[in-house]
């Protein structure tokens, strides 16, 4: 699926959509070059999901943890990792719910993953310059028949 996202704002409401409706479990692996809009899209996820507290890039401390909206959202950011570090840190835990409860795991720079989950929601962002952004959403795993279980295909 394909979105034209025209400004920031436009970002922001995707990711709001995304946090009113996906599922606690929900993986979001984020890629795109460095400005694309990824933290942008986050922090509408963060909206979306009741969030006040403002979300930030985690490209130095790794992981954010929002846990006070209507699902806990994970923010993690793998651009100064290398396999073996990530390997490491068993971040698979984050959405199976190993040691923190299930909530909506949200990865930046998530081709550097070494091990993915069995369902998740890939998307990248383009910057396109004065076209402001395009996202390529494409919904991996889960049910066959229901690609999009967000609706936003219908919405957007």
């Given at each position: 699926m394909i979105i034209d996202l025209p400004d920031r704002e436009a970002t922001v409401n995707l990711g709001e959509k995304l946090g009113q409706t996906l599922a606690s479990g929900s993986v979001i692996l984020l890629k795109g070059d460095l400005g694309a809009g990824?933290?942008?899209l986050v922090q509408g996820i963060g909206l979306g999901l009741g969030i006040q507290e403002p979300i930030a890039s985690?490209?130095?401390t790794l992981v954010n943890e929002y846990n006070e909206g209507r699902l806990p959202l994970y923010h993690l950011d793998l651009y100064r990792l290398q396999d073996q570090d990530i390997e490491a840190l068993y971040l698979e835990n984050y959405w199976?719910?190993?040691e923190v409860d299930l909530g909506i795991v949200a990865i930046e720079w998530s081709e550097r993953l070494t091990?993915?989950?069995e369902n998740y929601l890939e998307i990248t962002?383009?910057?396109r310059g004065e076209q402001g952004r395009r996202a390529l959403l494409n919904f991996v795993g889960g049910d066959?028949?229901?690609?999009?279980?967000t609706g936003i295909a219908i919405s957007t």
């Open positions: 990824k933290t942008t985690p490209t130095f199976q719910g190993i091990f993915l989950p962002l383009l910057d066959e028949i229901n690609r999009d279980p």
